[in-house]
């Protein structure tokens, strides 16, 4: 069976400071993987997918995140975060069947 | 990508009253779409995978006569929470899925408040 964990519950960073926001997967075969943020009120937005190929992931908003298969990882990061970055942030796996599969979400508050 | 809507965007019912909610796919042809609950501060929980003309399919735990869908046609899926409770009080969200790309397409949600 599929699942992701996300070790951080809450995370805090002064603006202007680098992002990394964890992700591990468990998943039987070559993993489908996602990053969305929800916003207060707001729907879940794609940041940024991998199926295969180059394990260095770009999305949008400047967000990146590293496949790493040998730990089983999917970490997010940015190199300098605004205050509109604050919000939740959802790992998630996707099997053949395109079933996603999320992790309990990483809130994270930016401080001026 | 593609643009889903659900609605009611919220809802207020009283208890041992039913519940529909929309999902529209409004440019988008999804021959599967997907319910999902979300507690607050919560993850999301897939609840059904909801497939063009034949039944759902729900995971387990999940109650298939407690929260009935119907997915009619290729841009509606419907959720009915029948007989609600407060427990049943949650964020509803659908998506889309497109197969071809391995990716879903969210709605903005339902909130769904049972008093």
């Known amino acids: 069976a599929q699942s992701v964990t996300q070790p951080d519950i809450h995370i805090t960073v002064s603006e202007g400071a680098s992002l990394e926001l964890r992700c591990n997967y468990s998943y039987g075969a070559t993993p489908y993987l996602f990053w969305y943020v929800q916003s207060p009120g707001q729907g879940l937005q794609l940041l940024l997918k991998?199926?295969?190929?180059?394990?260095l992931v770009q999305g949008i908003k400047g967000f990146e995140a590293e496949f790493k298969r040998s730990q089983s990882s999917f970490n997010l990061r940015k190199p300098s975060v605004h205050w509109s970055d604050a919000a939740e942030y959802f790992c998630a796996v996707g099997n053949t069947g395109n079933q996603f599969y999320f992790g309990t979400g990483t809130s994270l508050t930016v401080i001026p | 990508g593609a643009v889903v809507s659900q609605h009611p965007s919220w809802v207020i019912c009283k208890s041992g009253t039913s519940v529909k909610i929309e999902c529209r796919s409004l440019d988008f042809q999804a021959t599967t779409m997907f319910w999902y609950r979300q507690f607050p501060k919560q993850s999301l929980m897939l609840m059904a995978t909801?497939?063009?003309?034949?039944?759902?399919?729900?995971e387990q735990g999940v109650e298939k006569d407690k929260f009935l869908i119907n997915h009619a046609s290729l841009t509606l899926s419907t959720l009915t929470v029948t007989s609600a409770h407060p427990e049943d009080s949650s964020f509803y969200i659908c998506?889309?899925?497109?197969?071809?790309?391995?990716?879903?397409?969210f709605g903005p949600g339902t909130r769904l408040l049972v008093l």
């Open positions: 991998y199926f295969s190929g180059d394990t």
């Open positions: 998506s889309a899925g497109d197969r071809s790309k391995m990716t879903q397409y």
């Open positions: 909801s497939n063009e003309g034949s039944k759902a399919t729900y």
